[in-house]
């Protein structure tokens, strides 16, 4: 089993920063690929950012030039630093990963999830 924890939300003002962090343990390994979703109230959950084991990336249109994804392997953990925040990115933060090499931002592509991380902005 793999075991993913979030941290780092939180409260913020609009145009403020965070960077949330994703430790993996359990039967984790370098070459999965991870991601991050969020689910804001009364929405579905979508895809907000993927990184695949040779560095490719994806992100959502609405996060593109704003959240920047990257991980530590030796540290076993993945980030999301985020930019500019608004009040539209409100939500519930998961951390996912799969044992495949490539990802991308769909939630079938994904094994394991975290419990979330909770980041709110305000206006």
């Known amino acids: 089993q793999v075991q993913l924890v979030e941290s780092g939300g939180g409260s913020v003002q609009e145009g403020g920063s965070l960077r949330l962090s994703c430790q993996s343990s359990?039967?984790?390994?370098?070459?999965?690929?991870m991601g991050w979703f969020r689910q804001a109230p009364g929405k579905g959950r979508e895809g907000v950012a993927s990184?695949?084991?040779?560095?490719?990336?994806s992100y959502a249109d609405s996060v593109k030039g704003r959240f920047t994804i990257s991980r530590d392997n030796v540290k076993r953990t993945l980030y999301l630093q985020m930019n500019s925040l608004k009040p539209e990115d409100t939500a519930m933060y998961y951390c996912?990963?799969?044992?495949?090499?490539?990802?991308?931002?769909?939630?079938?592509?994904?094994?394991?999830w975290g419990q979330g991380t909770q980041v709110m902005v305000s206006s």
């Open positions: 990184r695949s084991t040779d560095g490719r990336t």
């Open positions: 996912a990963a799969t044992s495949h090499f490539f990802c991308a931002l769909g939630q079938e592509e994904y094994n394991y």
């Open positions: 359990g039967y984790w390994d370098r070459t999965y690929c």
